[in-house]
């Protein structure tokens, strides 16, 4: 039986696992959903792949508290190439319930698409793993090892800093990062290129007290106000971002996003304008973007005839390949206190960083997995960037320098990962785990082909 027809008679098993795995809230937040449940996920995926041959899988606890399942299984051959697979079984939180066309936490089924949190990002490529390695059975030419974490949502560092303090564990030659994915339905692409990130929160104040708008408004120094007029001028008019000593003007090289494709992803308002003087996928994979995230300010069912005296935001500066985030922070902080207007104080605390990636894609696993998402999806295999950040990516790179790594996946713009009513397309399942499969079975020779 050839490996197509398997994963064919694997779906049904497939979906009824990714019910189960959606049914577990394994949101790695405790404020917010039990933290059993995320022990329960991670229970679920060491039962399933100690099933599949890792016998000496286990719960490893990371530094921020979360479990990571980390195993190997060894193939026929301890001198061939070693490849990891990576997932993880944590999810967002699923915002605005009242926003979700079907329940978050059940797989449900609508337009042939699998509805539920996690379907996509990322559950649903640790159900494709799965069917790829029950199709192979025992004809794994290659050496595996697993790690499956429990806290990327929530950018909390616990596998960033499990690596490098266990690189034996989790050493290979190739890296399969499955937490991407296609450009399209049916339309195979490697990732390339992420941007890093910068989170940063500004704070303004201007007075010691709210003061009545109609007794002081017009001479009284205004927060809110103040504030506004800083984000306003983190971007020009176009949407290009105007922060001095970030390159707002470089082009993307591999695949192109369409605007019109990108305007149905993004389900952008009929008679709205896209951001940038670039193309699409300029201004997304290759270009600065702030994005303003939240802002402390008064509601508008509740608030007073009052100036607001001090307020904050907090800020998302995403940053292509090239731009090293210390001084990405160091600019944005720099352009916020001196664009604030009034002699307002101005305070900045760095949330978080993240490096930018850039993938190498000479070598065997490149070639392998083109060949393998060419046969799989019968068209040729693309390469996207990301607009988000794996920083994870670039701890691989740091701590394994001659591994390949592929970031690749089940997600597609119209899965809406980390929005309400996320789903995944069941095709998306079965070809990425066909390709996974005539991956491995291939990978070994091209990597002898090049003397490794």
Same mark, same amino acid.
């Given at each position: ?76 051959? !301890? ?20 926003? =979700?066309?079907?329940? !978050?936490?059940?797989?449900? &089924? ?54 490098? &303090? ?51 408004? /017009? ?65 997304? =994979? ?46 944005? #902080? ?45 068209? !040729?295999?693309?390469?996207? /960037?990301?607009?988000?950040?794996? !920083? ?13 790594? #592929?970031?690749?996946?089940?997600? &597609? ?15 998306? #399942? ?5 390709? &996974? ?16």
């Amino acid at each position: 039986m050839d490996l197509r027809t398997r994963i064919a008679e694997l779906m049904p098993q497939a979906r009824a696992e990714l019910t189960d795995l959606v049914a577990i809230k394994s949101v790695a937040d405790p404020r917010q959903f039990p933290p059993e449940e995320c022990e329960r996920a991670a229970t679920w995926v060491l039962d399933k792949f100690k099933e599949l041959g890792f016998s000496d899988a286990a719960l490893h606890e990371t530094a921020d508290g979360s479990r990571a399942v980390v195993g190997s299984r060894p193939g026929p051959d !301890p001198s061939a190439p070693t490849v990891l697979l990576y997932a993880h079984y944590d999810v967002q939180p699923p915002l605005d319930e009242a926003a =979700w066309r079907t329940p !978050p936490f059940e797989l449900t &089924e609508q337009n042939g698409r699998w509805y539920g949190r996690g379907t996509a990002d990322c559950k649903g490529n640790i159900v494709a793993h799965l069917a790829a390695l029950r199709a192979l059975g025992d004809e794994v030419p290659v050496n595996l090892k697993l790690v499956v974490e429990g806290s990327e949502e929530q950018g909390t560092g616990g596998l960033e800093a499990f690596v490098p &303090e266990h690189p034996e564990l989790l050493r290979a030659d190739a890296i399969l990062v499955c937490d991407t994915g296609n450009a399209a339905v049916g339309r195979p692409a490697a990732t390339v290129s992420l941007r890093g990130m910068v989170n940063i929160v500004v704070t303004v104040e201007a007075l010691g007290s709210e003061l009545h708008s109609g007794m002081f408004g /017009g001479a009284a120094p205004d927060a809110l106000a103040a504030l506004v007029a800083m984000l306003a001028s983190l971007r020009d008019e176009q949407g290009n971002t105007t922060v001095k000593g970030l390159d707002a003007t470089q082009t993307w090289s591999g695949e192109p996003y369409p605007s019109d494709q990108f305007r149905r992803d993004a389900m952008v308002m009929d008679g709205v304008s896209l951001a940038g003087s670039g193309s699409v996928s300029d201004m997304l =994979w290759a270009r600065p973007a702030v994005t303003i995230l939240g802002i402390d300010c008064p509601p508008v069912v509740g608030s007073a005839a009052a100036i607001v005296p001090k307020t904050a935001a907090r800020l998302n500066l995403r940053i292509p390949p090239g731009v090293n985030p210390d001084q990405a922070a160091t600019s944005l #902080i720099d352009h916020l206190q001196a664009v604030a207007p009034l002699g307002v104080h101005v305070g900045t605390r760095i949330e978080a960083e993240g490096a930018p990636f850039k993938a190498e894609t000479d070598g065997p696993a490149y070639r392998a997995m083109g060949s393998a998402m060419q046969e799989a999806y019968g068209t !040729p295999m693309t390469t996207l /960037g990301q607009g988000g950040s794996i !920083p994870l990516c670039n701890v691989f790179a740091d701590t394994f320098p001659g591994a390949e790594l #592929i970031l690749m996946g089940v997600e &597609e713009p119209a899965a809406l990962i980390h929005a309400p009513n996320e789903s995944v397309h069941p095709d998306e #399942i079965a070809a990425m785990a066909l390709t &996974e499969a005539l991956f491995l079975q291939r990978y070994a020779s091209a990597a002898a082909s090049d003397g490794l």
